[in-house]
């Protein structure tokens, strides 16, 4: 049976979606546009910046299931590397198909309680999908966020 895993699949593809659609719509130049500059606690960073950890947060969790490489794609989705929207979208497309195969190789519902060594702890694959499936969103929505201010043009919905 693959009842859990099809629904955590669905969360994970919608938000790939989601966040192509909405980097499609950042205009040129404002992909990484600082709102302000700030010393604050909780920095407020650009949407391609936001939309980048999201993706990471995918990439580094399917790679720790598959191959338990948990590394932070940090080096290769700088900015500087990135620096067009048709560069943040084919990374994007390569972190939705990275996320395809890692979800192919789980094969039924009962792989997703096998406990398997994550960067700090055993924990469940099940527990470790959740756990990136909130943090990516929680980086979309900041992304969103930062997209409300400097546009008026409707989010992507669900």
Known sequence: MRDQIEILDKRFEDLSRRTRELVSMIPEGKLYWQPRETEALFPINSCGEYVLRSAAAVESTIGGITTRLWDDPFEWTLPETLATNDAVIGYLTEVEAMRTAGFAYIRDDGDLRKVIPAPEKM??????????????????????GVFGVFSDRKLPRR
Not at 124 to 142: K, W, Y
């Open 123 to 144: 924990r469940s694959i099940f527990e470790i999908l959740l756990d990136a499936i909130i943090r990516a969103e929680h980086q979309f929505g900041r992304a969103c």
